[in-house]
């Protein structure tokens, strides 16, 4: 069974910084697309960036416009976790973040099989 465990959520000043990872199990994830989406208070959840494979090593990152410049993703297959280092944090950050992963031609269209819970990130100014 394919579990998602994001950990590093927190509450942060603006120009802050915060580094979320998300440990997955039940499968190897070298292969497949991992990613994060965030969702605020009383709105749909979005996009905010994806770590998809390309084939032999090659990786691809990409980001929501809104994160560009600020946000970085990573993975690290020998342990089968994703991390999301985010800079310069803005309140516009707030939100519950959730670790996705799935087939990476299915992530870069942002369509994921698997959820992890969720971990809260508060941005205050």
């Known amino acids: 069974q394919v579990q998602l465990v994001e950990s590093g959520g927190g509450s942060v000043q603006a120009g802050g910084s915060l580094r979320l990872s998300c440990a997955a199990s039940?499968?190897?994830?070298?292969?497949?697309?991992m990613g994060w989406f965030r969702q605020a208070q009383g709105k749909e959840r979005d996009f905010v960036a994806a770590h998809t494979w390309g084939g032999g090593k090659t990786y691809y990152a990409d980001y929501a416009d809104s994160v560009k410049g600020r946000f970085t993703i990573s993975r690290d297959n020998a342990k089968n976790t994703v991390y999301l280092q985010m800079n310069s944090l803005e309140p516009e950050d707030t939100a519950v973040y959730y670790c996705?992963?799935?087939?990476?031609?299915?992530?870069?269209?942002?369509?994921?099989?698997?959820w992890g819970q969720g971990t809260h990130v508060t941005v205050s100014s």
């Open positions: 996705a992963a799935g087939e990476s031609r299915g992530l870069r269209v942002r369509v994921a099989e698997y």
């Open positions: 039940g499968r190897t994830f070298s292969t497949y697309g």
